[in-house]
Nanobody, 121 residues
Framework: QVQLVESGGGLVQAGGPLGLSCAAS????????MGWYRQAPGKQRELVAI???????NYADSVKGRATISRDNVKNTVYLQMNSLKPEDTAVYYC???????????????WGQGTQVTVSS
């Protein structure tokens, strides 16, 4: 079994920074893509940023220039740093990871439980 646990988030002032981390644990052989998604009330979950095992990244247009995703492959941890936060960044932020487990074929996608980020204006 694999667990993803997010930390960080909470109440942040507009214009301020945000730091999130997500650690994957369990029977992990390797991870490929790791990413951050968010879901605002009444909206669909959307991609924020994604990073592959080689470090290549992709960002949503709404956060380009304000967000940096990184990862530690030894710790199976993915990070998200955002600056210049806006009220529209308010959402529940979820991490996910594509994991190859010991004794199991193929990569399986796992999700964290989500962490609330609220940006006050």
């Amino acid at each position: 079994q694999v667990q993803l646990v997010e930390s960080g988030g909470g109440l942040v002032q507009a214009g301020g920074p945000l730091g999130l981390s997500c650690a994957a644990s369990g029977s992990i052989g390797s991870t490929s893509a790791m990413g951050w998604y968010r879901q605002a009330p009444g909206k669909q979950r959307e991609l924020v940023a994604i990073i592959d095992s080689g470090g290549s990244t992709n960002y949503a247009d709404s956060v380009k220039g304000r967000a940096t995703i990184s990862r530690d492959n030894v710790k199976n941890t993915v990070y998200l740093q955002m600056n210049s936060l806006k009220p529209e960044d308010t959402a529940v932020y979820y991490c996910n990871a594509d994991v190859l487990q010991y004794g199991r074929r193929g990569y399986w996608t796992y999700w964290g439980q989500g962490t609330q980020v609220t940006v006050s204006s």
